[in-house]
């Protein structure tokens, strides 16, 4: 069975950091796209980044980019968001997914993505301000 289990959130003042973790099984990431999504209280769902193992591919939303780091530990099949220089709107339910695609692209985290094959339960982050 696919599984994805996202861990590490929490509550974290703003400019603080927290790394997240999904830890996958029943499937390799060298076959596989894993991303991250959020979804905030009463916002859509948003792609935050996405990594393909294949080609060492990231991409990541704009909003994002230069605070968030994506990364990948196949020895423990698990993928990490790093998340730095966090503020209130980084608060969310964040969700690991899957995609039986080799390549990550630039659709994944651009608005609500619906390609993804498997979704993990989320973690909570709160930053406050």
């Known amino acids: 069975d696919v599984q994805l289990q996202a861990s590490g959130g929490g509550l974290v003042q703003a400019g603080g950091s927290l790394r997240l973790s999904c830890e996958v099984s029943?499937?390799?990431?060298?076959?596989?796209?894993i991303a991250w999504f959020r979804q905030a209280p009463g916002k859509e769902r948003e792609g935050v980044s996405c990594i393909s193992r294949s080609n060492g591919g990231t991409y990541y939303a704009d909003s994002v980019k230069g605070r968030f780091t994506i990364s990948s530990d196949n020895a423990k099949n698990t993928v990490f968001l790093q998340m730095n220089s966090l503020n209130a709107e980084d608060t969310a339910v964040y969700y690991c997914?899957?995609?039986?695609?080799?390549?990550?692209?630039?659709?994944?985290?651009?608005?609500?993505?619906?390609?993804?094959?498997?979704w993990g339960k989320g973690t909570l982050v709160t930053v406050s301000s």
């Open positions: 029943g499937f390799s990431l060298d076959d596989y796209v």
């Open positions: 997914a899957a995609e039986d695609y080799p390549l990550c692209h630039p659709a994944v985290v651009h608005g609500n993505y619906n390609g993804m094959d498997y």
